[in-house]
């Protein structure tokens, strides 16, 4: 609903101020200003805050709760005949006191709902953490395999962040805040809490005498510690976690060359293949490797020992194959397979940075060219799979792009339109397609943060919301997500694996809205220009907030995913953040509104 025209709520923090101080006139005597008093009992949110609670004189309510939109109720407090009642007061006059708040009061509500988003970024993870614990101490299988697993983490590093700051990172919208901030006068001097966005400093990098030690025993390969039915368990976990998702390897082939493999490595490398045996070489050795060390980063949530005894021993036969190797199939598998390593271990750059290796190198095969794909390939099923493969590498692409805010390595136009696609029967890929291309139009369409103006056309806008809408009304029936708002009550969970694709493209769709439409939140001047478009990102990062939270209390999906998914919590966060300092302004909306999205997700999460 349209916000009622206010007198007040029109003029700017500069006109109010300089009512404020228009001169009286000649022969009065002005009355002098004084301080506001703490009130004598703190209201029920100071006190369980445990933070002062000043009340102006003619107010009924403090300010830190007309700030927050929050109800102020005061405790018992004696009255004229020593009699004790609690006392609500009514919600009045909020919008003139909102415009004359001193800085320190600002200040203290910046700080606060700061930890408001430091909490909603962690409570769910440590909710995920508890439920981990819970499952790993009571299953047995895990208590057989404690040895082999150690999931106890190494020290623990901030991964790995672009020192450029582009549009598309969660940390933009925060820095929109801060800089918004400071041109209002009011000093950011309260640092963002760790954890809750990448961190908006250089990253300093580890030199190699910094860098952690490798980790496996001389003369002992990792793999050959585990049982086989552990290597094959292992393996199809990555099936079931990451295959589904972006199907450029034949995991079910890895599995059944899984005893070839651990004998490959248990007896020289050079050993030719027995008779009658699949054929296997040091690639499906790397291939096998990392997918395991995969898989236990997705079961340990988190980078451990375990997977760096794996991976570390690796990576200078991965770089070799990336600049010596002629461009194959497998090399691609590999430089993909790591990327995705890097990305479950929280190190997004990382992940940027190999699968932009992958794409270079299908370029150099011509997987991006319909004639030298069928020349290349002439076995029909060959031709499949090195479809498979470009497509993944194309999407993780976008999605390593957007998540690090770094140049995409494969460029729409330099790919064959006439480039056949994956068949039916990879619904999920393909919907990521188009997402593709969708996140192509947006990127180009997001003005950098240098920018003079932030704002996108309105034509723009309405093509790419158009756009995004038409994407996700064209994900197939059993792909969407039927939204828990709506769910009902007798409405039955559909199976993991698909539950998990239909909440991906569910917060994608959200994700990319958010995105265009972001620049209606990125000034109080853009947001008093259209509130019903700025009330519209809100809504959508509490949505993608709710449906998170709904989903970390009901399956282990976000547990076990949380480096997918905390992509679009952040970036959810990061809006809010950003519309809550700039829309205080606001009528029936605005700042309360925003602060408000924060409450019911902490109550959900926690």
Known sequence: MAPDNDDSDAQSPEATSSVRRRSPPPGSNPPRSKRAKYAA??????????????????????????????????????????????????????RSARSSLPNDVIMDEISMLREQVASLANTVGRLASDKSR???????????????????????????????????????????????????????QTPLPSGVCESLAPTRYPTPEQSEPALSV???????????????????????????????????????????????????????????SPAVDIKDVILAKVAIATS?????????????????????????????????????????????????????????RNIGIAARAALEMGLHQNLSLVENFPDERERGLAVRVFWCVYVLDRR????????????????????????DEFPYLRCLIGYGRLCSKAWDALPPFSAPSQIIPKDTVAFLDFTAQNW????????????????????????RALRRLQALLYLRGNHIRTLIHRHHVISSASIEADPQKARLVVDIAIDSISVLVHLSETSDIYMRQQSAFNYFLLSAVAVLFLAAFLAKGLPAGGCGRASAGFYPSLNGSG
């Open 41 to 94: 009992a703190a209201c029920s949110e100071c006190k369980k805050r445990k933070l002062k609670c000043v009340r102006e004189e003619n107010e009924e309510e403090c300010r830190r709760c007309i700030t927050s939109g929050v109800q102020c109720v005061f405790g018992a407090a004696p009255s004229q005949d020593g009699s004790t009642a609690p006392r609500e007061r009514p919600r009045a006059s909020r």
């Open 134 to 188: 819970q499952t790993s101490s009571n299953s047995p299988s895990s208590q057989r395999h404690m040895s082999i697993h150690d999931t106890s983490s190494p020290q623990v590093q901030e991964p790995k962040q672009p020192q450029f700051v582009g549009p598309t990172r969660s940390a933009f919208s925060l820095k929109v805040a801060e800089t918004s901030l400071t041109r209002m006068g009011i000093s950011a």
């Open 218 to 276: 001389p003369g002992t390969d990792v793999l050959l510690t585990m049982p086989l039915d552990e290597v094959v368990r292992l393996l199809e976990v990555f099936q079931e976690e990451v295959e589904t998702v972006y199907p450029f390897l034949d995991t079910g082939e890895l599995v059944s060359k899984a005893a070839e493999i651990r004998s490959f490595v248990e007896d020289s490398p050079d050993r030719p293949a027995t008779a009658g």
């Open 296 to 352: 236990i980063v997705v079961e340990a949530h988190g980078k451990n020992h375990a997977s760096n005894k794996l991976v570390e021993p690796l990576k200078h036969l991965i770089y070799q194959l990336s600049i010596d190797a002629q461009a194959d199939l497998k090399v691609i598998q590999i430089m993909t397979m790591i990327s995705i390593y890097y990305f479950f271990s929280d190190e997004e750059l990382l992940a940027w």
């Open 400 to 423: 390593w792009s957007f998540g690090t805010s770094l140049s995409f390595a494969l460029i729409d136009r330099d790919i064959d339109p006439d480039l056949p696609e994956p068949p």
């Open 472 to 495: 996700s009304n064209s994900i197939p029936d059993d792909l969407q997500l039927r939204h828990p708002l709506h769910r009902g009550t007798a409405g039955t969970q559909p199976p």
